[in-house]
């Protein structure tokens, strides 16, 4: 689709409409056109399929920590690369059908993560209330409105989508809870020199190897931002190591150490070259 001359950009989204994901995907993108998808899996494929241009998928949450869906998805599937990242402040609600009485829920609807970082708030007020998996937190508005026992946890537009009743407001464990968003193309970025560069590798399983890499980046003054592991989906202790740091993969500097990386480590991935977002 184009408006004259200007092709838009089709960017997809854990849908349905009213998520954090479309939030995120209109914040980023706000001339683009917004295609939803049902699961991060099949968000990445519409790239992949030539259905969307980009899309844009949650990575790591300041309460909850990473998004496995994602991480597994980069290290083990995706031929796409990581060209943008976006950090989108997260505001839940507790949602139902209209008449819904607060002492009679009995079921709690939403994605893994929106129940994760609404934990204390569902123990203090709603302990017995038993919690369900959705796959998205506006599924979980859907799922909630079947009657009247059940509710769900989402963005306040979801309610509105929905002409749904908001029962609490701002049900977050922490006012500074956000959620870190990774738009994926068929390409990376061009350096900025503002710029983050995301890899995966695996090392010998021998002291000092992780240590060896690691110092790879001291030595080159290269600054770690974050580093975590992963099963690597072979036998039990066997991990993947995720890897963000400072600098674009094209640096002479970071391209040096990522060339010494990969003479070291049993397996190099790198995910791709992106600005830093402030």
Known sequence: MSTGDVQLKRVAFLGPTGTHSEAAAAAYAPESILVAAPSITAVTEMVLSGGADEAIVPIENSLEGSVTETLDLLVHSLNLQIRHEYVLPIHHCLIARPGTSFDAIETIYSHPQAIGQCRGFLQRTIPNARREASLSTAQSVELGLQNENSAGIAPRRAAEINSAVILADGIQ??????????????????????????????????????????????????????????????????????????????????????????????????????????
């Not at 600054?223 to 993947?240: F, Q």
Request: one cysteine or more; glycine letters at 4%.
């Open 173 to 278: 464990d922490d006012d500074r809870n956000s959620t870190r968003f990774v738009v994926l193309s068929d390409d990376d970025a061009d350096p900025t020199g503002d710029d983050k560069t995301s890899i995966a590798f695996n090392v010998d399983d021998k002291p000092g190897a992780l240590l060896t890499i690691m110092q790879q980046f001291a030595m080159a003054e290269i600054n770690l931002l974050k580093i975590e592991s992963r099963p690597a989906r072979e036998t039990l202790g066997v991990y993947i190591f995720l890897l963000d740091c400072i600098g674009h993969r094209s640096d002479e500097k970071l391209a040096k150490v990522l060339n010494t990386v990969r003479e070291k480590t049993v397996w190099l991935k790198v995910f791709g070259s992106y600005p830093r977002y402030s």
